[in-house]
């Protein structure tokens, strides 16, 4: 009698469970439909407004109020971007290199360890003031270099994290049979640990590509924007982001720009989201 | 250092020529190791020269306005009055709108993801919201000033009149820091040893009971600490909220109303600005520096307290 009394309670306790148990459950699975459905809105709308823009004429024809092209725009991005992901590459796996390598659980390199955390997530806003105060100001003009730096600074720390942690995961057996081969150091690093860690570092440095070629906030203070053909460094530079902002902004009075603007946005993401992609597929 | 010993029966020249490549060698591994120091220490310094050229630069705004410039309530640049208050409290209630939606969502996410999703869907859910992370922000303000705020407006004109503001500016920062929080929540819950949680299971326990007593209490520290780094985030984004927070810049202690942020203000004004006008903006800069270096020392201490946990 006593067993049974105690079942039937327990049926009621069971039923509360699991009624608790399914609304959780389902307030994570909407939270997971919630947290992807963004894409989907934001890829269709620039595929709906971006598509119908979409011609020859955008690649090879320059931004003038009239609308024309992104051609300009696009071979500004390209060589700022490849500046930036060189000095940032060259610059990150050094400096990743010295804390896997070198600076290990030293004080000084926790210290740089913290810092380039922090400026990870640091406001890119933040980096193009820095260099708009450095760079900019002393030169007397805005720059592609300016830009290109700025841009740098910000793939940077992407790159040192993930050496470091590449180089991290070449296993220390290695190190010591080529050093019992009788190789120094320097080879020991350059030969055998990038060889190991060589997908990692690719894997960051093309995330970081992808990360630093949508950044517009610091290019606002460093290389602005030109509606001419550009291909000197030294002088104010086109870019895609910046031509986006300003036609969505000042100029968005002309259908023409916004239209461009679209597209733009649909080159952009689309470029950006490829290079996520394949860096996935580098990783593998 | 002793000269190294070599079997004797190696012929003379080659001796030399062994000595030679190892004082070359020794001198590379120097170079190598003093080159690698350099670019680390570059990372050091850049910290401390992004805040010293922002306070050298901002020098002369805090010498006029003093502590005013924290608690003025307008930013007026014709008339030279540059008060903080209406950017500080932008930036602070955008970034708290945006935390209080992503946060609840961000640990739905990663608890669905880690505990209930079929396995294969797991990776190319993992990856979207990744991906999400991926957009670029002006992306995300062109879609929010001409999808999202009009729509906003059409369906809630009694809240959003004018369908852009702080609220909106919030709305589209905890879209954009979602895939943030989520990746380092899914982290740090898949440390949670497996034995852990499959015992917890096997005595009958429900997944809601798992997360709350198990998953959660073991892994509070990392979870606080994402949200902190999705907070940091959130408070320096400058393109989606430039587009979306309405640009006001006098204060008015509203959730929806129009207001501006410290990112947004910069990004508006410093094109046309000099003199007085551009050093305020960079004294705003530096503001915004220390907030987000502040908020991000509290979300790395505590993730790295989660590393050594279980590391």
């Known amino acids: ?284 | 250092m002793s000269t190294p010993e070599y079997p004797s029966n190696m012929p003379l020249g080659a001796d030399q020529h062994r000595l030679r490549a190892l004082g070359r060698n020794h001198r590379l591994d120097l170079a190598f190791q003093g080159t690698t120091f350099v670019f680390a220490m570059l990372v050091l310094v850049t910290l401390f020269a992004i805040i010293a050229s922002l306070a050298v630069a901002g020098y002369s705004t805090f010498a006029t306005f003093g502590f005013d410039f924290f608690t003025l309530n307008r930013w007026s640049a014709n008339q030279e009055i540059f008060g903080a208050l209406p950017a500080i409290y932008g930036t602070l209630v955008s970034s708290a709108i945006a935390i209080l939606i992503a946060a609840p969502i961000s640990i739905g996410i990663a608890v669905f993801l880690t505990e209930k999703c079929p396995s294969k869907l797991r990776q190319p859910l993992a990856t979207t919201v990744e991906l999400l992370a991926g957009v670029p922000s002006i992306i995300y303000g062109m879609w929010g000033v001409q999808v999202l705020a009009p729509f906003l407006q059409r369906y809630f004109p009694s809240v959003l009149p004018a369908g852009t503001g702080l609220f909106t500016a919030g709305l589209i920062l905890a879209i954009m820091i979602i895939p943030f929080i989520t990746s380092v929540t899914r982290d740090v819950l898949m440390t949670v040893p497996k034995a852990t949680r499959e015992s917890a299971y096997g005595v009958g326990a429900t997944t809601w009971e798992v997360t709350r007593s198990i998953l959660l209490p073991s892994v509070k520290g990392g979870v606080v600490g994402a949200i902190i780094l999705g907070l940091g985030r959130a408070l320096g984004e400058t393109m989606a909220v430039t587009f979306v927070i309405g640009n006001n810049l006098f204060f008015a202690p509203t959730l929806f109303g129009q207001g501006t942020s410290i990112a947004a203000l910069i990004a508006n004004q410093f094109p046309e600005a000099d003199g007085a006008q551009r050093s305020a903006l960079l004294a705003l800069g530096l503001v915004l520096f220390l907030i987000t270096l502040l908020v991000l020392t509290a979300a790395r201490l505590m993730l790295r307290k989660m590393d050594r946990a279980h590391g």
């Open chain 1, 1 to 284: 009698m006593a067993s049974h009394a105690f079942e039937i309670r327990d049926i009621g306790l069971y039923r509360r469970r699991r009624w608790r148990n399914s609304v959780f459950v389902f307030a994570c699975t909407g939270a997971t439909l919630f947290g992807v459905v963004w894409l989907a809105l934001i890829v269709a709308e620039l595929l709906i407004q971006g598509l119908p823009g979409l011609s020859l004429s955008v690649f090879t024809e320059r931004t003038m109020m009239s609308g024309g092209g992104l051609g300009n725009a696009i071979v500004g991005s390209l060589m700022m971007t490849a500046a930036g992901t060189v000095i940032g590459t060259v610059v990150g796996i050094a400096a990743g290199t010295w804390l896997a390598e070198y600076g290990r659980d030293g004080k000084l390199a926790n210290v740089i360890r913290f810092i380039s955390d922090i400026l990870l997530s640091a406001p890119s806003i933040i980096v193009g003031l820095f260099i708009y105060a450095v760079m900019v100001q002393p030169m007397g003009h805005f720059s592609g270099w300016a830009g290109g730096v700025a841009l740098a600074i910000i793939l940077l720390p992407v790159v040192v994290r993930t050496t470091e942690d590449q180089l991290g995961l070449v296993p220390q057996s290695l190190r010591e049979a080529a050093s019992a081969l009788g190789a120094h150091r320097w080879l020991i690093v350059t030969k055998v640990c990038y060889s190991g860690a060589r997908a990692g570092i690719v894997t960051g440095v093309l995330l970081g590509c992808a990360r630093i070629s949508g950044e517009t906030a610091p290019l606002i203070f460093t290389a602005l924007n030109s509606n001419q053909w550009t291909t000197r460094m030294n002088d104010v530079m086109a870019n895609l982001p910046m031509t986006l902002y300003q036609n969505m902004t000042i100029n968005s009075f002309i259908p023409d720009l916004v239209q461009l603007a679209w597209t733009g946005g649909l080159l952009l993401t689309m470029a950006i989201l490829a290079l996520n992609i394949i860096a996935r597929f580098v990783a593998r």
